[in-house]
């Protein structure tokens, strides 16, 4: 459908950016210092704070966090991490840099590991459990650190800034969790990372770590007047984030309360309206906790014949950008030699789920035509066949 008068197309999902985070760029760019300095560690101060945990340690990517969090956990060559394989493919490419073997857990419906799951695939090797707070929904993580006694569990929490664990922000308590602050995640800085944990000691070392291994950090050696000679005492990384990105993502974390009420609000409203589609179901809050709705995602249920490609064509057709729903590292090449049990939740979700748009402007016009469009598609499949 390219008509002339074709309404505008809905996108799946827009940053909020504004006049401050320009604002707070610029004013780094005149400072003269834009490598990491004091930006990066008054975000990692007021992130940390933000989700409940003693410090952070900005870092480039979540990538990397993930890669430095195995790292410091001592996982390698011969060591098994148990990872869900329903995730984005860093979650399972970090296990993999580490030489380590990634094994497979399934998922329940809200997208997460289970205590079941998890106590069903760790093994004598395994090192860590790497879990995920999918999409933003909170993993039940007490109780999965319940079913694998003695195991460090690392928590990918990429999409889960300001989501509610047992009434907890997602990242307190946590041994180490992970974020992301790429565009398509709630609070972005262009690219960018970070670690939390309540560990000082850890805390140090993975400073260090991420800055080449040296023992006097940059800034340190600049305040000290060039005095600080520094040691390699191992092997590190560049991992590093600049102060132009920690500035912005300053100003973003002030914009994260009023983010998540509003997808909570819109996602309210599509819960209200998709009552009316019973053919799907749609991403809830578990019993455990609250959602940020990084993504709000629908399930074909099993009697909708139409395939989810067919459904996202139609959608694409009627203006809406759609998305098929998380992956499955799994069904990737890049993992057709990794060994793993059955997998059928995970298949399920990531064969017949879809994103919907969900973004701080979307309109009420917007969030209804969406709901249509695919009460529509999802119909039109079923008469067909
Ligand atoms: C986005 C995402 C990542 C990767 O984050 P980057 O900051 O882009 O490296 C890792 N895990 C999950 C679950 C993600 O959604």
Request: charged share 20%.
């Amino acid at each position: 459908m390219t008509r002339a008068d074709a309404p505008p197309v809905i996108p799946v999902m827009r940053p909020l950016l504004g006049a401050e985070e320009a604002a707070a760029v610029a004013e780094v760019v005149r400072s003269g210092w834009v490598a990491q300095g004091p930006q990066v560690a008054a975000f990692e101060r007021e992130f940390a704070a933000a989700v409940g945990a003693v410090g952070g340690v900005a870092l480039s990517s979540c990538t990397t966090a993930l890669h430095l969090a195995l790292h410091v956990l001592g996982v390698g060559a011969g060591d098994e991490v148990v990872v869900p394989s329903l995730s984005f493919i860093a979650t399972a490419n970090a296990v993999r840099y580490t030489g380590a073997r990634p094994v497979f857990a399934d998922v329940d419906a809200t997208g997460n590991l289970t205590p079941a799951s998890v106590a069903a695939a760790v093994g004598p090797r395994t090192r860590a459990v790497l879990l995920v707070h999918q999409a933003g929904v909170p993993a039940d993580v007490p109780a999965i650190r319940l079913a694998c006694p003695g195991v460090p569990v690392v928590e990918d929490a990429a999409c889960a800034a300001g989501s509610v664990l047992h009434d907890r922000p997602v990242g307190a308590g946590a041994h180490l969790a992970a974020w992301s602050f790429h565009p398509r995640k709630l609070l972005t800085t262009g690219e960018g990372g970070m670690l939390t944990c309540d560990d000082e000691a850890l805390l140090a070392r993975l400073r260090r770590l991420r800055e080449h291994g040296m023992s006097v950090s940059a800034a340190e050696r600049h305040a000290s007047g060039g005095a600080l000679v520094e040691t390699y005492d191992e092997v590190g990384f560049n991992y590093r984030m600049t102060d132009i990105q920690a500035a912005m993502g300053r100003v973003q974390l002030t914009r994260l309360a009023g983010i998540v009420e509003r997808r909570r609000a819109l996602a309210a409203r599509y819960h209200d309206l998709l009552t009316a589609v019973p053919e799907v179901s749609a991403v809830r809050d578990p019993a455990h906790g609250r959602t940020n709705y990084q993504s709000f995602w629908v399930l074909l249920d099993d009697g909708v014949p139409a395939e989810r490609g067919a459904v996202l064509a139609d959608l694409a057709a009627a203006g809406i950008s759609a998305r098929r729903g998380i992956m499955a590292a799994h069904l990737e090449p890049a993992y057709a030699g990794i060994r793993h049990p059955p997998l059928p939740v995970t298949e399920r979700l990531t064969r017949r789920s879809l994103v919907l748009p969900l973004h701080h402007d979307l309109s009420e016009h917007e969030l209804v035509r969406v709901v249509d469009e695919l009460a529509r598609a999802v119909r039109a499949r079923r008469v067909a066949s």
